[in-house]
């Protein structure tokens, strides 16, 4: 499929479209932490998301580095490629600054509310602070929620049939949060919907940003003053002639 000149790379592509160097960069480094992985079984038990030693012994570099972690090939297989397949439109959309900004937010986000669920005087909560919880699907469903919300009609493959990606979001969130309130399915299905759940109130929030607005209010008092400092007008009548208009 030939698709228009891009900063991204080739006139074909396959799929969303050429990797970038940003996701190029994010696929590499959790390929490079897999392997660690297999070479020093450390690795996963120092950098998996324990919530107990968070919240006792105050590791919280676990709160990002579960990102980078993966439990078996299939594991990263399926999470990198969503990577690829949602994340490559929505950093040509948003930017590469925002892009990474969100996908940390959402992953360091969804760790956070682990944590906190897992403070729940609930067992199907409790049992998380004792368990390591790995990968990136936390920010994953983040990007999956963005993409709904920007192209909400655009099909996705949900097992064997196309769905609307605002269904299959609905659908996948769904499923999260009933997984997650049974005896023995809370352990990453609190992160995915930690992960919706960042989402959209990072994508909400930034619809409307405080400093920005008040920014934007600021500029327009300033600019009212200096008309009527300068006698500026944005129009004049017929008789309006002798006066000075800028």
């Given at each position: 499929?030939?698709?228009?000149?891009?900063?991204?790379?080739?006139?074909?592509?396959?799929?969303?479209?050429?990797?970038?160097?940003?996701?190029?960069?994010?696929?590499?480094?959790?390929?490079?932490?897999?392997?660690?992985?297999?070479?020093?079984?450390?690795?996963?038990?120092?950098?998996?998301?324990?919530?107990?030693?968070?919240?006792?012994?105050?590791?919280?570099?676990?709160?990002?580095?579960?990102?980078?972690?993966?439990?078996?090939?299939?594991?990263?297989?399926?999470?990198?490629?969503?990577?690829?397949?949602?994340?490559?439109?929505?950093?040509?959309?948003?930017?590469?600054?925002?892009?990474?900004?969100?996908?940390?937010?959402?992953?360091?986000?969804a760790a956070v509310l682990t944590v906190m669920f897992s403070?729940?005087?609930?067992?199907?909560?409790?049992?998380?602070?004792?368990?390591?919880?790995?990968?990136?699907?936390?920010?994953?469903?983040?990007?999956?929620?963005?993409?709904?919300?920007?192209?909400?009609?655009?099909?996705?493959?949900?097992?064997?049939?196309?769905?609307?990606?605002?269904?299959?979001?609905?659908?996948?969130?769904?499923?999260?949060?009933?997984?997650?309130?049974?005896?023995?399915?809370?352990?990453?299905?609190?992160?995915?919907?930690?992960?919706?759940?960042?989402?959209?109130?990072?994508?909400?929030?930034?619809?409307?940003?405080?400093?920005?607005?008040?920014?934007?209010?600021?500029?327009?008092?300033?600019?009212?003053?200096?008309?009527?400092?300068?006698?500026?007008?944005?129009?004049?009548?017929?008789?309006?002639?002798?006066?000075?208009?800028?």
């Amino acid at each position: 499929m030939r698709r228009p000149a891009s900063p991204y790379a080739s006139s074909f592509s396959f799929g969303p479209g050429p990797i970038s160097t940003t996701l190029q960069a994010l696929i590499g480094a959790n390929v490079v932490v897999f392997v660690a992985q297999f070479i020093s079984p450390v690795v996963t038990a120092v950098l998996g998301l324990h919530p107990a030693w968070v919240i006792h012994s105050f590791w919280v570099w676990q709160l990002a580095t579960y990102m980078f972690l993966h439990g078996g090939v299939f594991h990263i297989v399926f999470n990198m490629l969503a990577l690829w397949m949602f994340g490559a439109e929505l950093e040509r959309t948003w930017g590469t600054r925002y892009f990474l900004k969100f996908y940390f937010v959402t992953g360091i986000g969804a760790a956070v509310l682990t944590v906190m669920f897992s403070l729940l005087p609930f067992a199907f909560a409790r049992q998380l602070q004792g368990v390591n919880i790995i990968g990136a699907s936390g920010a994953i469903y983040g990007l999956l929620l963005a993409y709904a919300i920007y192209f909400p009609e655009r099909p996705i493959l949900l097992i064997v049939f196309w769905v609307p990606a605002r269904l299959c979001v609905t659908i996948l969130g769904a499923i999260a949060v009933f997984a997650s309130l049974g005896e023995s399915g809370g352990v990453a299905n609190a992160t995915h919907l930690g992960g919706l759940l960042v989402g959209y109130l990072y994508l909400k929030g930034a619809r409307v940003d405080p400093l920005s607005e008040m920014k934007y209010r600021y500029l327009k008092w300033k600019m009212n003053r200096l008309r009527k400092k300068f006698d500026v007008y944005s129009g004049g009548r017929a008789d309006d002639w002798d006066r000075h208009v800028h």
